[in-house]
């Protein structure tokens, strides 16, 4: 079936370090690529999406890039904040179905 | 953006007992989606809330075990029936529109005692 990886797990970063989770996807047929940030005890929030027919996306210090020859995709974080520590998930899914198949998520800490 | 509002928040059950979550969308959606997030884990995909006809499940989910409502295009229910402990977990109701982006509601922290 359907599978999302994600790595790394967890990540330490310094304050204004740059950050960056990678994802792979096993289906091929997905097309789209979303990118959420659940800080504890909150739901999960998206923060940015990428589509297949695009190889980059950006907004701000967050930035997406997908490589559909390789099936995967990664989130940059630039100039990182406190504020950003928290888990990211990568999701993947098919228009046909649009269910979200989700990686296992990654623990940012951003160090002060 | 759409409005998600999910309850109850949290419950505390005891085994064998059944609990209905609900989801309401403060406007018209295409799809709902029921998931499962168990404590430090990633979401997991329940099944599909159809309009009008049986939710589709995926691997592992059974309709007996977890039967599924969605009576119109803004709400939609979710049971978890004859609870056990393996059945704590936080349940999130998910809603789409137009092939664009998912919103979550707040979630349902359930505790089977």
């Known amino acids: 079936g359907e599978n999302v990886e994600q790595h790394p797990s967890t990540l330490s970063v310094q304050e204004g370090d740059s950050a960056v989770i990678k994802c792979t996807y096993s289906d091929s047929a997905s097309n789209y690529f979303p990118w959420y940030k659940q800080e504890l005890g909150k739901r999960p929030q998206l923060i940015i999406d990428i589509r297949s027919n695009v190889g980059e996306k950006k907004d701000q210090r967050i930035a997406v890039t997908l490589n559909k020859t390789a099936k995967h995709f990664s989130l940059h974080i630039t100039e990182t904040q406190p504020e950003d520590s928290a888990v990211y998930f990568c999701a993947a899914s098919r228009s046909a179905t649009n269910k979200l198949i989700f990686g296992t998520g990654t623990l940012l800490a951003v160090q002060p | 953006s759409a409005v998600i509002s999910q309850k109850p928040s949290r419950d505390i059950c005891q085994r064998g007992t059944s609990l209905t979550i609900q989801c309401q969308v403060d406007?018209?959606?295409?799809?709902m989606f029921w998931y499962r997030q168990q404590p430090g884990q990633s979401l997991t995909l329940i099944a599909t809330a159809n309009q009008g006809s049986e939710a589709t499940y995926e691997s592992g989910f059974v309709i007996d075990k977890f039967p599924i409502s969605r009576p119109n295009l803004t709400f939609s229910t979710l049971t978890v029936s004859n609870m056990s402990p393996e059945d704590s977990s936080i349940y999130l109701c998910?809603?789409?529109?137009?092939?664009?982006?998912?919103?979550f509601g707040q979630g349902t922290r359930l505790t089977v005692v």
């Open positions: 406007s018209q959606v295409t799809m």
């Open positions: 998910s809603a789409e529109w137009d092939s664009t982006e998912a919103f």
